[in-house]
């Protein structure tokens, strides 16, 4: 079992920044690791993902402003989020899985409850 909180989201300006967090109950294996963001009516939508070996992806509409990184000490997975736009507006979730993931939602068996990010023109 393991269980997933965000942390860090709130209403900030466009152009601002934001960290997201989101702790891990300790755990020995590895996971593969992910940020996800939904907008009322809209799917699920990856944003960035860190694989099991430490490589990173970045869905394309935010490349070069968001950097997904890892304290795995503190079992802990960060989201920071540069030049924030309107359009990045959403509810965040942190994902894990233990076997292979892509940044498709349904590849992930566990998740928080997500976090809030509004952004403001």
């Known amino acids: 079992q393991v269980s997933l909180e965000e942390s860090g989201g709130g209403s900030v300006q466009a152009g601002g920044s934001l960290r997201l967090s989101c702790v891990m109950s300790p755990t020995y294996n590895k996971y593969f690791m992910a940020w996800f963001r939904q907008t009322p009516g809209k799917e699920r939508e990856g944003v960035a993902l860190m694989n099991a070996d430490g490589t990173t992806r970045y869905a394309d509409p935010v490349k070069g402003r968001f950097i997904i990184s890892e304290d795995y000490s503190k079992y802990t997975l960060y989201l920071d989020m540069n030049n924030l736009q309107s359009e990045d507006t959403g509810m965040y979730y942190c994902?894990?899985?233990?076997?292979?993931?892509?940044?498709?939602?349904?590849?992930?068996?566990?998740w928080g409850h997500g976090t809030q990010v509004t952004v403001s023109l």
């Open positions: 994902a894990a899985e233990l076997n292979r993931a892509s940044m498709n939602p349904d590849d992930f068996g566990w």
